[in-house]
């Protein structure tokens, strides 16, 4: 996804890296990332969706959740914990977190793909 909106600050530009974030859960979240000087980053993530996004090695992730409007920090992530790491061959490796999330729901998908097929 590119940041057009909210770009990531000059200064620090070389030292961002690529993260990802997977909601895995049934409820529409917002993430933001606001310990970084001159930068606010906010995003809404449904369920199920993957936010693939540029951020710093101090960075933290806040998730919110909850209903209309009210949103509790539920939790907060490293963004060095969901980096996105790129390998010599071009194969991608992210960390242990971001790959149990992707895993979890890819499961989930093909849970619901079984429960469709089994109805029809």
């Given at each position: 996804?590119?940041?057009?909106l909210d770009p990531i600050p000059l200064s620090a530009?070389?030292?961002?890296?690529?993260?990802?974030?997977?909601?895995?859960?049934?409820?529409?979240?917002?993430?933001?990332?606001?310990?970084?000087?001159?930068?606010?980053?906010?995003?809404?993530?449904?369920?199920?969706?993957?936010?693939?996004?540029?951020?710093?090695?101090?960075?933290?992730?806040?998730i919110h959740c909850g209903m209309m409007a009210t949103?509790?920090?539920?939790?907060?992530?490293?963004?060095?914990?969901?980096?996105?790491?790129?390998?010599?061959?071009?194969?991608?490796?992210?960390?242990?977190?971001?790959?149990?999330?992707?895993?979890?729901?890819?499961?989930?998908?093909?849970?619901?793909?079984?429960?469709?097929?089994?109805?029809?």
């Amino acid at each position: 996804m590119t940041q057009i909106l909210d770009p990531i600050p000059l200064s620090a530009n070389s030292d961002s890296f690529l993260c990802c974030y997977v909601n895995a859960t049934s409820q529409m979240q917002i993430v933001r990332i606001t310990n970084i000087p001159h930068w606010y980053f906010e995003r809404v993530v449904f369920p199920g969706q993957r936010l693939v996004f540029k951020a710093f090695p101090e960075a933290l992730l806040e998730i919110h959740c909850g209903m209309m409007a009210t949103a509790i920090l539920s939790d907060t992530i490293p963004c060095e914990d969901i980096r996105v790491y790129k390998t010599i061959f071009g194969e991608v490796n992210m960390s242990q977190e971001a790959a149990t999330a992707i895993a979890a729901q890819k499961l989930d998908e093909n849970t619901q793909k079984q429960q469709l097929v089994c109805v029809n």
